[in-house]
Structures are given as C-alpha cells and as structure tokens.
C-alpha cells in the first residue's frame, strides 16, 4: 500500500522560506509524479507543481513561477517543496499527491495523498 | 484557464440520493475525477475516469460526464457522506493542468 508522510507544521515570518518534504512507501517511487497542491482555510484546492522523479525536472503553476521550487531525492523516495518569499496568503495546509494516469490518454488524478502540512506566515 | 463550478451545497436526509454536479465548457470530452474531503482529512479518490471506483469505495458512488455537466451520485446517503466534494480535470492546454473545481459542502440532515 503506498503511503505519504509529509514533514510536520511550520510556523514562518514574512519574507522567509519552507521547506515542506513528502516520504513515499510501498511503491515505485522514481516511476510517478508527485505534486503538490494547497489549501487554504476555507478554501479549495491549488495545485502549485509537480515532478517525476525518474526525470527530475519540475514544471510548475505560473502563479507560483518564481517561489517555488519542487525537487526529488530518488535515494531516500522523498519529494520536497520550497516556497520562498512567504506572505500572509501563503498560510495553508500543502499536500503532496501522487499522480494517476486514466485509462484515455491525457487525463491524470491523484490516486494517493499526503496527510497535509500546516504552513502558517505570520509576523 | 479551464473553469470547473460546482454548487457550494448540497442538502440530503440519510438514505436518499445526493447528485453533485461540476460544470464546464464541453467536460463531456473530459475526462473527471471526484474527490471526498472530510474536516481536517487529505482529500480521497472516489471516483476516476468519469465512473471508475478505486478499491474500497462503496458502490454507492458513481458518476456521470456528459455535454457541460458531470455528476457525482451518492445514493442510500449515510452521516458518514458528509463532507466536501471537489470534482477534477486534467486540461493539457493550461499552465496549471490539474484543474479542480470550486467545491461542493455535502451535509446530510
């Protein structure tokens, strides 16, 4: 059974970075995308970016081009997220998911999640 | 961008039926995947490929994708159901291509 298991919460000041990781089990870890996706209170879901790790690059949401960097250490099977030049708005629960493929071509989902990690920015 | 809408509630008494929909321009050349989120839960798979269960999900979730609408059916509804439900798409063509939709808070009376 794969699972993921995210680094706990995180309380930053505005301005600072964090660095949020993802450990997976039970599967083959190289061969899926894992993203990351936020939620902020009340809010729905925000995906932010994702990786393959057998690859090792990274595309991301153009809303988040330029703060956030997503990363993969195949040897440890743990994906991480670091988000930099927090703001207030960034306070948000941040999930790592792994990517399913559909049976038609071009559609993908996330058949497993991470517990969640708590972010909070404030001064 | 893609945009995915969906009600903000649905109202239901246990046992009776729960349709969600999830609208978007022509979604029915989609492909959509439904999630359950329970208060303080990571969000789980319930429905995939428009109709698919994963293992473990209850019969009683199924859905539908057609024209402008997809529709998420819980039938025999349980207290258990009761959580948010937030339907997804993949659009190649956007820049952020895991596209999830506004969010629908299911309370069961």
């Known amino acids: 059974q794969v699972q993921l298991v995210q680094s706990g919460a995180e309380v930053k000041k505005p301005g600072s970075s964090v660095k949020v990781s993802c450990k997976a089990s039970?599967?083959?870890?190289?061969?899926?995308?894992i993203s990351w996706v936020r939620q902020a209170p009340g809010q729905g879901l925000e995906w932010m970016g994702g990786?393959?790790?057998?690859?090792?690059?990274?595309n991301y949401a153009q809303k988040f081009q330029g703060r956030v960097t997503i990363t993969a250490d195949k040897s440890t099977s743990t994906a991480y997220m670091e988000l930099s030049s927090l703001r207030s708005e960034d306070t948000a629960v941040y999930y790592c998911?792994?990517?399913?493929?559909?049976?038609?071509?071009?559609?993908?989902?996330?058949?497993?999640w991470g517990q969640g990690t708590l972010v909070t920015v404030s001064s | 961008s893609y945009v995915l809408t969906q009600p903000p509630s649905v109202s239901v008494a246990p046992g009776q039926t729960a349709r969600i929909t999830c609208g978007g321009n022509?979604?029915?050349?989609?492909?959509v995947h439904w999630y359950q989120q329970k208060p303080g839960q990571a969000p789980v798979l319930v429905v995939y490929?428009?109709?698919d269960r994963p293992s473990g999900i209850p019969e009683r979730f199924s859905g539908s994708n057609s024209g402008n609408t997809a529709t998420l059916t819980i039938s025999r509804v349980e207290a258990g159901d009761e959580a948010d439900y937030y339907c997804?798409?993949?659009?190649?063509?956007?820049?952020?291509?895991?596209?999830f939709g506004t969010g629908t808070k299911v309370t069961v009376l």
């Open positions: 998911a792994r990517e399913g493929a559909g049976a038609a071509a071009d559609t993908y989902y996330f058949d497993y």
């Open positions: 990786i393959i790790p057998i690859f090792g690059t990274a």
């Open positions: 490929d428009d109709s």
């Open positions: 039970g599967g083959t870890f190289s061969s899926y995308a």
């Open positions: 022509n979604i029915g050349s989609k492909s």
């Open positions: 997804q798409v993949w659009d190649s063509s956007s820049d952020h291509p895991y596209v």
